[in-house]
């Protein structure tokens, strides 16, 4: 299931995520911040957080929301199915081999091409809404 992230991950909790982006904290200080959700750089990640949360006593969804990136495999079969960022890695590929056989054929001058391809939000169970809050 694909949804826009700003139906999924409340910009309350983005804004005290990013507040700590830069620093290293625990499942205690996660709830001492009064954070709702947790959105990680990749999925190995992601899954790390939720076994610590789960060491912490701290359930997710229900006390914290997890967001990882990547999709892996492993997101869908974890104990708490993780919510994930998919990547378009087919896309990525084609859209490189195209802008690669366009630059070796089409001569000189070399021009950049910037190209932004979509993401998918794939919602699990980790990121389900949690009641007054």
């Known amino acids: 299931m694909a949804a826009p992230v700003e139906a999924v991950v409340p910009k309350a909790a983005i804004d005290s995520v ?3 982006s830069t620093v290293r904290c625990g499942p205690s200080d996660l709830i001492r911040r009064a ?5 990680c ?3 190995l990640l992601a899954l790390g957080v939720l076994q610590a949360l ?3 006593g701290l359930r997710v969804p229900e006390d914290i929301a997890v967001v990882g990136y990547d999709d892996i495999e492993f997101a869908a079969s974890a104990v708490v199915p993780l ?8 896309a990525m590929g084609r859209q490189a081999g195209r802008l690669l056989i366009e630059d070796t054929t089409s001569g000189f001058p070399h021009e950049h091409a910037h190209v932004v391809l979509q993401p998918e939000l794939v919602v699990r169970r980790s990121t389900t809404a949690v009641p007054g809050r």
């Open 54 to 56: 789960y060491e912490a």
């Open 83 to 90: 919510t994930s960022v998919r990547r378009p890695a087919v």
């Open 41 to 43: 750089a990749n999925d």
């Open 18 to 20: 990013a507040a700590m």
């Open 35 to 39: 954070a709702t959700g947790v959105f």
